[in-house]
C-alpha cells in the first residue's frame, strides 16, 4: 500500500468533513506524515525552526475584526515545508486550536466550517502536495504501509475432530485466534459465503484427512480429503499465497496433482506436526513462542 494514496485519502475525508468530524482524518493525516521512514527528512525540515515565534509574529498582524491575520511565511521552500510540518503536528493534538487557527487565518464570513475547508484547500493541499515533491526529489525512497497481521487463524477441516481440535487448541496456546467455520453463524448464507465473510484472517491451516474414498474411472479406489476441504485449500492458497498456508497431511490420501508442489507436513503421533507449524507462523511473520508448544 503506497503511502501517498493513503495520504490522499485522508485528505480527501478532510475536504469532505463536517465541524463533527474533521478531527479524525486531520489525525489520521498527521499519522501518515509521522511514517518512520520519513523520520530523517521531517527532522531536517523542522530543524532550526520555532513555530511558536512564527506564530507570535502572526499574532501581531491581527487588526480590528475577525480574520484579518496574516502569517509571515519565510522565504526558504524548506523552511515552508517545515513550518507548515509543525502546524499539521499542533492541529492534530489540538483540534480546537485548529479551528481558531482557521478562525484567525482563513475566516470565512464567521462560519466555522467554511474556515475549516478554506484553511484545509489553501494551507493543507498545497503542503502535502509539495511536501510528497519533496520527498520524491531526496531519493529513491519506497514508502509502503504494511497491514498488520491479522491475530485470526483459519482452520479448515474434514471429518476428523480430533484433529482439529488438537490444532485449535495450538494455535489459541500461541496466542492466536482459531477461526473455525462450523462455530460461525450461518445467517443464510451458503458456505463458500462463509468462507468469503471470515476469511479476513492472516494464516490458514488445512486438515488434510482421509475422510473419503475416491478413483478415476476405472481405477484402484483410494483415501481423500472431503472436496469441500480441497475448494477451501485452493481459495487460501489463492487469497493469502502459499507462505501464508500450512498443510498438515494425516494418514495415507491421495494427493491431488494440482497441488503437488505445495508444502506439506505429515501430522505425526509424536507430535513434530506441532514445531513444524509454529515455525510456519514464525516464517509468515507472527511472533510465537515455540516454548508454549
Known amino acids: 500500500m ?40 521531517n527532522e531536517q525540515l523542522t530543524d532550526g525552526l520555532e513555530l511558536d515565534t512564527f506564530l507570535a509574529e502572526g499574532a501581531e498582524t491581527a487588526g480590528g475584526f475577525a480574520g484579518c491575520q496574516k502569517l509571515s511565511w519565510p522565504e526558504e521552500q524548506r523552511d515552508v515545508l517545515g513550518l507548515s510540518l509543525l502546524l499539521m503536528e499542533r492541529f492534530a493534538s489540538d483540534p480546537d486550536f485548529a479551528v481558531n487557527f482557521s478562525l484567525d487565518y482563513f475566516f470565512v464570513d464567521g462560519k466555522i466550517l467554511a474556515s475549516l475547508r478554506s484553511m484545509t484547500s489553501q494551507l493543507i493541499v498545497p503542503f502535502v502536495r509539495d511536501y510528497k515533491i519533496y520527498v520524491k526529489s531526496r531519493g529513491e525512497l519506497k514508502l509502503e504501509l504494511k497491514k ?41 448464507r451458503t458456505i463458500i459465503e462463509k468462507v468469503e465473510a471470515h476469511g479476513d484472517v492472516g494464516f490458514a491451516v488445512v486438515l488434510l484427512t482421509p475422510d473419503d474414498e475416491g478413483a478415476s474411472k476405472g481405477g484402484k479406489t483410494e483415501p481423500r480429503a472431503r472436496q469441500n476441504v480441497l475448494l477451501e485449500l485452493g481459495y487460501f492458497i489463492g487469497r493469502l ?8 497431511k494425516k494418514g495415507e490420501l491421495e494427493i491431488p496433482s494440482d497441488f503437488a508442489g505445495a508444502v506439506w507436513e505429515t501430522m505425526d503421533a509424536a507430535g513434530g506436526w506441532k514445531i513444524a507449524l509454529g515455525r510456519e507462523l514464525r516464517e509468515a511473520g507472527y511472533e510465537v513462542d515455540l516454548n508454549k508448544i
Open 241 to 248: 499465497g502459499r507462505s501464508k498456508v500450512c498443510t498438515l
Open 148 to 188: 498488520p497481521i491479522s491475530n485470526k487463524v483459519f482452520i479448515v477441516h474434514g471429518h476428523d475432530e480430533g484433529a482439529r481440535e488438537s490444532v485449535a487448541r495450538l494455535i489459541e496456546r500461541l496466542g492466536l485466534k482459531a477461526v473455525i467455520l462450523h462455530e460461525q453463524a450461518n445467517q443464510g
Open 2 to 41: 503506497d503511502l501517498f494514496e493513503e495520504v490522499n485519502r485522508a485528505i480527501f475525508d478532510l475536504q469532505q468533513s463536517q465541524i463533527q468530524t474533521f478531527e479524525r482524518p486531520l489525525k489520521k493525516l498527521v499519522k501518515l506524515l509521522q511514517h518512520k521512514d520519513l523520520k530523517e527528512i
